[in-house]
């Protein structure tokens, strides 16, 4: 299996120093059920060693099953710092592994469930107040998808 990039020009000069985040976006609710993406990432991590990949890189993070209502309902919250994508990410890799650690010290059946949050249920129990309650969705909505191109001028959103 060779390792080619679906970049135009190449923005990095080895592959050795990235760190990939593998990220599978989906449309079916099902997905989003509580223990997909653990499989997801063991199967993944199979995948990955098997290919003898993880040599290739500098780091291949496992990857993470996002449904794509979360996009569009936190398309405002993605540029910031705090709930950047990475951040995110990493906050639902912290986690996994917090709970994994709980059900093996204590063996838990709420640390158990912890275990198989989605990313989605990982991210909104962290920042649930910034998800919620916040200004300027529908604005950032019409400007990330430039929807007002080609119109006329009229009175600013």
């Not at 970049?7 to 990095?12: C, D, H, I, N, P």
């Not at 604005?139 to 007002?148: I, W, Y």
Request: proline letters at 3%.
């Amino acid at each position: 299996m060779s390792v080619s990039s679906f970049e135009l020009k190449q923005g990095y000069k080895y592959a050795k120093n990235l760190t990939v985040y593998p990220v599978m976006v989906c449309t079916d609710y099902f997905f989003s059920m509580p223990g997909i993406n653990t499989y997801l990432q063991l199967e993944f991590e199979k995948r990955y060693k098997a290919a003898n990949l993880e040599r290739k890189f500098k780091c291949i993070k496992p990857p993470v099953l996002i449904n794509v209502r979360f996009f569009i309902n936190h398309i405002d919250l993605l540029g910031q710092k705090q709930t950047s994508l990475l951040n995110l990410f990493e906050l639902f890799y912290s986690e996994q592994r917090r709970a994994l650690k709980k059900v093996r010290r204590t063996d838990a059946m709420s640390a158990f469930f912890d275990c198989y949050k989605t990313f989605e249920n990982s991210v909104f129990a962290n920042y649930e107040e910034i998800m919620y309650h916040r200004e300027g969705y529908v604005k950032k909505v019409v400007d990330t998808l430039e929807l007002t191109r080609g119109l006329p001028e009229g009175e600013a959103i």
